[in-house]
């Protein structure tokens, strides 16, 4: 079992930065891969980014890269979204998620996490 609960999200201008924490609780963290995913009004769930248990493995979806970067301190039990050049197109309930499968490589499908956060809202004006 593993506890998921975010942080961070507030409403900012365009071109301006937050940072997402999201804190685990219950299994080993540094055993797992954690990932963010988001979801607008009216949209489906969409991928962000994800780590894996380790850090040396990270991918970001297309129309993210460059501007936010995923990390996580396993000491602390959090992983991290630092957003920046934030957009109005990046207004969203942001969720992370832990796949509790041990792999070499993380996954975008949001199907492969077991475990969901109840999300944080990111709202960018323009």
């Known amino acids: 079992q593993v506890q998921l609960v975010e942080s961070g999200g507030g409403l900012v201008q365009a071109g301006g930065s937050l940072r997402l924490s999201c804190a685990a609780s219950?299994?080993?963290?540094?055993?797992?891969?954690m990932g963010w995913f988001r979801q607008a009004p009216g949209e489906e769930r969409e991928f962000v980014a994800a780590?894996?248990?380790?850090?040396?493995?990270?991918k970001y979806a297309d129309s993210v890269k460059g501007r936010f970067t995923i990390s996580r301190d396993n000491a602390k039990n959090t992983v991290y979204l630092q957003m920046n050049s934030l957009k109005p197109e990046d207004t969203a309930l942001y969720y992370c998620?832990?796949?509790?499968?041990?792999?070499?490589?993380?996954?975008?499908?949001?199907?492969?996490?077991?475990?969901w956060g109840q999300g944080t809202q990111v709202t960018v004006s323009s």
């Open positions: 998620a832990a796949d509790l499968i041990f792999r070499t490589v993380v996954v975008v499908k949001g199907g492969s996490y077991d475990y």
């Open positions: 219950g299994r080993t963290f540094n055993s797992y891969a």
């Open positions: 780590i894996s248990w380790s850090g040396g493995n990270i």
